[in-house]
């Protein structure tokens, strides 16, 4: 069992940043694959145990993940944030999901964090 708690959702001006937290507990071990979703849209992902990070195409460049391996989190700093952006926002986990786009790979999921980008 892996139990995930999102946090750092809130508003933010378009143009602004924010970074969002995963908290990852329970049978954590490595080829752990955690995601980020926004909605059921993939946007990023790590593995544990490894340094490989993976991205959706048109996240690349503006949304950056990382994992705390001492707390147990997984980040989401998310840049240059515009309108589109405003949604609910998963964290997602999977034993060997290998950095899957596909949720359906996930069977652990985050109640979710809501995001909103104002003009």
């Known amino acids: 069992q892996v139990q995930l708690v999102e946090s750092g959702g809130g508003v933010v001006q378009t143009g602004g940043s924010l970074i969002l937290s995963c908290g990852v507990s329970?049978?954590?071990?490595?080829?752990?694959?955690v995601a980020w979703f926004r909605e059921r849209e993939f946007l990023a992902a790590v593995i544990w145990g490894r340094e490989t990070t993976y991205y959706s195409g048109p996240v690349k460049g503006r949304f950056f993940i990382s994992k705390d391996n001492n707390k147990n989190t997984v980040s989401l700093q998310m840049n240059s944030l515009k309108s589109e952006d405003t949604a609910t926002y998963y964290c997602?986990?999977?034993?060997?999901?290998?950095?899957?786009?596909?949720?359906?790979?996930?069977?652990?999921w985050g109640q979710g964090t809501r995001v909103t980008v104002s003009s």
């Open positions: 997602a986990a999977n034993p060997f999901s290998g950095g899957s786009p596909h949720p359906n790979d996930y069977h652990y």
């Open positions: 329970g049978h954590t071990f490595d080829g752990l694959g």
